[in-house]
């Protein structure tokens, strides 16, 4: 089974840097696109950043110049590094890949999410 597991979260203060890490790990042929996603409380989830194998990133408006989305081909795992936060980035982020296991089977894996939460 594939398992995506998120690590990073915390409390920092507005203006402070956070990097969130996830790593991929289980029968996995190969990863396509890998994406980090968040959720506040009362909002629909949102697309924070994407990058492809190839290394082609996109990012929501909110968070461009701000945050940098960076991935480990071999080690199947992407980083997002967060500077200058603002408490509008408080929520819960989510890990997503878009993958096929190692029976060839596409898949798309969600992690469990790590809480970020920026005080003003």
């Known amino acids: 089974q594939v398992q995506l597991v998120e690590s990073g979260g915390g409390l920092v203060q507005a203006g402070g840097s956070l990097r969130l890490s996830c790593a991929a790990s289980?029968?996995?042929?190969?990863?396509?696109?890998m994406c980090w996603y968040r959720q506040a409380p009362g909002k629909q989830r949102e697309l924070v950043a994407g990058i492809t194998r190839g290394g082609s990133t996109n990012y929501a408006d909110s968070v461009k110049g701000r945050f940098t989305i960076a991935r480990d081909n071999a080690k199947n795992t992407i980083d997002l590094h967060m500077n200058n936060l603002k408490p509008e980035d408080t929520a819960v982020y989510y890990c997503?890949?878009?993958?096929?296991?190692?029976?060839?089977?596409?898949?798309?894996?969600w992690g469990q999410g790590t809480q970020v939460t920026v005080s003003s």
């Open positions: 997503n890949a878009d993958l096929l296991t190692g029976s060839k089977k596409y898949l798309s894996s």
């Open positions: 289980g029968r996995i042929f190969c990863i396509s696109t």
